[in-house]
């Protein structure tokens, strides 16, 4: 399984932006799947992650109410809307999926990955 993340950018504090994750198979509907960031000098950290049909998510606290994950299984591909961004959103955001349905908690492990996509939210 190939994951190809894409959609990062420069963006002004409380711009928009979408990143996409494209994914190589057409048995999506079989992972779940999750959006995690890495900022400089800091550990990788949950985002979103999001049930094998799209019926549950679950967010990180910090992009609660500001960023929506989705999915279109149809089109193997994984969505994080990023709404309101701050400077501190600034990372590289990575796209995971693991081989269940649901386990939607930051802890779970993901068995493949994105290369990543850089994000930057500056004036």
């Not at 504090?13 to 900022?39: D, E, K, N, V």
């Not at 992009?63 to 193997?76: E, H, L, P, W």
Request: with cysteine; charged share 15%.
């Amino acid at each position: 399984v190939q994951l190809q993340a894409s959609g990062g950018g420069l963006v002004q504090p409380g711009g928009s932006l979408r990143l996409s994750c494209a994914a190589s198979i057409r048995t999506l509907s079989r992972y779940a799947m999750g959006w995690f960031r890495q900022s400089p000098g800091k550990e990788r950290e949950f985002v979103a992650a999001i049930s094998w049909n799209g019926g549950s998510t679950n967010y990180a606290d910090s992009v609660k109410g500001r960023f929506t994950i989705s999915r279109d299984n149809a089109k193997s591909t994984m969505y994080l809307q990023m709404n309101s961004l701050k400077p501190e959103d600034t990372a590289v955001y990575y796209c995971a999926a693991a081989y269940r349905l649901y386990g939607l908690g930051p802890a779970e492990p993901y068995d493949y990955w994105g290369q990543g996509t850089l994000v930057t939210v500056s004036s």
